[in-house]
């Protein structure tokens, strides 16, 4: 289950208001073409991404196993989280309309804070898309979702990941301990960016 940062803050009613807000009335083409929130419709073509272990193995928070009624009920849980304004998943559609993406944030508006998860297709890897698509997301939570604080965990070696995210400039906090959704526990890398930080770093 998803864990929130490690640094507590704390958001003013106003403030947690209004990222709750934006979380529920989020235009997902705001954070990239072809991109919309996942519904029931997706089911099946989320489950086809998610089956490629190349997808889903390096990731904590999927639920399992990837069956189409487990995506389903993951779906509706998501919805459910974002009608609360306290997450959203978004998908990324290709051309032709299959799902070539993922983006599952998790939010804790009275902490201002949120994290990200999510994976693109195989076909679609390591092609140099990653650290640009990350890049685009954290912007967009900091500035969208209106968070002042992401926490990130990954795989101990999920060496991309970990590259993309220090790209981007987030700090590392060593490891931690998350829990996925049968219980069992994974050690993690983990590193954490505030919105200070990053507007200094991309808009300085
Ligand atoms: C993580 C993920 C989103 C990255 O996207 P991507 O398009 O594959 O990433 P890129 O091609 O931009 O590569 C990212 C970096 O890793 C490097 N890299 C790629 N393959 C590598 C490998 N096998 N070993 C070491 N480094 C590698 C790239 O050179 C690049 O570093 P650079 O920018 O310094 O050159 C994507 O690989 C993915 O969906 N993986 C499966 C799910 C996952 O791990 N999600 C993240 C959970 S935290």
Request: aromatic content about 6%.
């Amino acid at each position: 289950m998803s864990a929130p940062p490690k640094t507590v803050l704390t958001a003013s009613p106003q403030e947690e208001a209004a990222i709750r807000e934006a979380v529920r009335t989020v235009d997902p083409l705001t954070l990239g073409e072809g991109r919309v929130i996942a519904g029931a419709q997706h089911a099946p073509g989320l489950t086809r991404l998610l089956e490629d272990p190349a997808v889903s193995g390096p990731i904590y928070d999927l639920p399992r196993p990837i069956t189409e009624a487990n995506v389903a009920i993951w779906i509706a849980e998501c919805a459910r989280q974002q009608a609360a304004g306290e997450g959203v998943l978004i998908l990324s559609l290709d051309p032709q309309g299959e799902v070539a993406g993922y983006s599952k944030f998790s939010v804790w508006p009275d902490r201002s804070s949120a994290e990200i998860a999510g994976a693109t297709r195989a076909d679609l890897q390591g092609r140099g898309q990653g650290g640009p698509g990350a890049a685009r997301s954290f912007g967009w939570m900091f500035e969208v979702l209106g968070v002042r604080l992401i926490g990130l965990t990954a795989a101990l070696d999920n060496v991309r990941s970990a590259k993309v995210i220090e790209a981007a400039g987030f700090v590392s906090m060593g490891e931690r301990e998350v829990v996925r959704p049968d219980g069992t526990v994974r050690r993690s890398l983990y590193w954490e960016m505030t919105r200070e930080a990053w507007e200094l770093r991309h808009r300085l």
